[in-house]
């Protein structure tokens, strides 16, 4: 809508009113641009599982987000409690994935974008053969094109990674694909990238867990520096923010907090996860690039 009407105004000749003492109507449109393009959630390490009434409860959350009048979801993995320690079994890795089906279910009329947690991953499967083994099963059950993906929506670039390599890294494929993927995106669009690992942050000095080929992502991002504008993480259930060379880092905390349980001697309130509660994140984009992240504790 902005588009058409800016064209209009160009095509008439009326874009130099605005530097000749912006009439009223130039005004309107000036503050339509101040209005975000769109309004995303940002959900990360839901970790659902039947027990302890944690279905209705992350189902609360959805309910809660959805009054923010957001456009879509990021999901930024470890969607189900966990696949990926060695003594869990078939049946396990189904059930969770069938309550993940009835959460997204509450949301089916919004595009969810998500990317692979460590922990939706099944490896202790009979055979590397067997259906449900690995990062092709998980990709299925998320319904994502594949393990690392990209797409455009209202004039952003949207970049979901795979860090679950060695180490947490991109394998060699996924960087060449990467370094390709930032090369075709037209000079000056904005770039959003989602991983479930921070790329860079400051609670990996407590915890570890950030990509340990970061100085890669500098580099690369330097070289994009109009392009790229943040990167968006869970895995450490902390929230935090990381400046570098222009580039915003967030840590969006966990939906699930102490993965839905009340915490330990170490949380700071019920539910947290050292001193970070439990929440989702609501970001406005605008079509210059600036945004706004915002945390929202829930006390589902
Ligand atoms: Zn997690």
Known sequence: MNINRRDWIKKSGLITGASLGAPA?????????NKPVMRI????????????GI???????LEEIKEFDIDFFLNGGDSIQDASYDDVKRLRVMEQWEIWDQFREHIKDYDVYSCLGNHDMWWAAPSKNDDMYGKEYAVDRLNIPSRYYSFDRGGWHFIILDGNNKGVSL??????????????????????????????????????????????????FYKHRNKV???LSGHQHMLDTAWYNGVSYFCNGALSGFWWGDGNENSAGKGYYLETPPGFTIIELYKDGRFNNQYHPHTN
Request: one cysteine or more.
């Open 25 to 33: 109507f130039l005004r309107s449109i000036s503050q339509q641009e």
């Open 41 to 52: 959630a940002h959900i990360t390490d839901v970790h659902i599982r039947p027990e302890s």
């Open 55 to 61: 279905p209705d409860r992350a189902i609360k959350c």
């Open 171 to 220: 394998d060699k494929e996924q960087w060449t694909w990467l370094e390709k993927d930032l090369d075709s995106v037209r000079e000056s669009t904005p770039v959003l990238i989602m991983s479930h690992y921070p790329i860079l942050g400051v609670t990996g000095h407590f915890v570890g867990g950030q990509y340990t080929d970061f100085e890669k992502f500098k580099s690369l």
């Open 229 to 231: 504008k943040l990167c």
